[in-house]
């Protein structure tokens, strides 16, 4: 836990330096994932560099996702460290995935969140990567139901797998349509892909692009960092 929390400060020094907004931690090195809940140990341990990050970090932003849909946990996380969002890869419907059938459970979330009288913001994915939807819907019916019905603060948009990416008309579409949600960018994140959605999107979650070597599994790369940075918030400057 002393090498995890060290370098979790670590990679958040790197991206504080180069002017990002915040931080999303995640289990990822607990592959294969468990689908909708989560040994205690991994709660307590995500609570544990949470509580690291927020104290360090007090300015930045802090999301926390425990992979695959440990919904509950993470909220419980979020709320006791004073995380700011959560992500939440099935939040409403059901998906087919590598840990199976996923289901949402919007109902519980947000009774949940009532229950601790939090205010941890709820980021969901829209078809989330790696993940197909039970029944094709039309995704602009799924979005509108997804805030009006699921409740949640925010969309994440991404493409089929880790590191590729959205399709932009959607982002397009769905700006028209629902203008009063944000839509971050959840995967493929590029500077050149945000020039491509600006003014259409109002965040973005980066990993691969600012990784060495483009690695997922990799330390950040703080030049990649620096540049992503002045790109981003360039265009939002604009926008």
């Known amino acids: 836990m002393k090498e995890l929390r060290r370098y979790a400060l670590e990679q958040a020094a790197i991206l504080e330096a180069a002017h990002f907004n915040g931080v999303l931690l995640e289990n990822f090195g607990d592959a294969p994932?468990?689908?909708?809940?989560?040994?205690?140990?991994?709660?307590?341990?995500?609570?544990?560099?949470?509580?690291?990050?927020?104290?360090?970090?007090?300015?930045?932003?802090?999301?926390?996702?425990?992979?695959?849909?440990?919904?509950?946990?993470?909220?419980?996380?979020?709320?006791?460290?004073?995380?700011d969002f959560i992500r939440i890869n099935v939040h409403t419907g059901a998906a087919i995935t590598d840990q199976g059938i996923l289901q949402g459970k919007a109902h519980l979330t947000i009774r949940y969140r009532q229950q601790l009288n939090s205010t941890v913001a709820l980021w969901a994915d829209l078809n989330?990567?790696?993940?197909?939807?039970?029944?094709?819907?039309?995704?602009?019916?799924?979005?509108?139901?997804?805030?009006?019905?699921?409740?949640?603060?925010?969309?994440?948009?991404?493409?089929?797998?880790?590191?590729?990416?959205?399709?932009?008309?959607?982002?397009?579409?769905?700006?028209?349509?629902?203008?009063?949600?944000?839509?971050?960018?959840?995967?493929?994140?590029?500077?050149?892909?945000?020039q491509t959605l600006a003014p259409f999107f109002d965040g973005c979650i980066v990993g691969t692009a600012i990784k060495v070597g483009g690695s997922t599994a990799a330390p950040i790369d703080p030049e990649k960092a620096r540049a992503f940075a002045v790109t981003y918030h360039s265009l939002q400057q604009n926008s």
Do not use: C, W, Y
Not at 44 to 73: C, K, W, Y
């Open 33 to 83: 994932f468990h689908p909708d809940t989560v040994p205690p140990h991994i709660t307590a341990a995500m609570a544990v560099i949470a509580d690291a990050i927020r104290s360090q970090f007090p300015h930045l932003l802090l999301g926390i996702n425990i992979l695959r849909n440990a919904t509950a946990e993470a909220l419980a996380v979020a709320h006791i460290t004073g995380a």
């Open 128 to 194: 989330v990567k790696h993940a197909a939807p039970l029944r094709d819907r039309p995704l602009l019916t799924v979005a509108e139901e997804m805030v009006e019905r699921g409740k949640a603060d925010a969309l994440i948009l991404t493409g089929p797998a880790t590191g590729t990416a959205p399709d932009a008309a959607l982002f397009r579409q769905l700006k028209t349509h629902l203008p009063q949600i944000p839509l971050i960018v959840g995967s493929g994140a590029t500077p050149e892909l945000l």
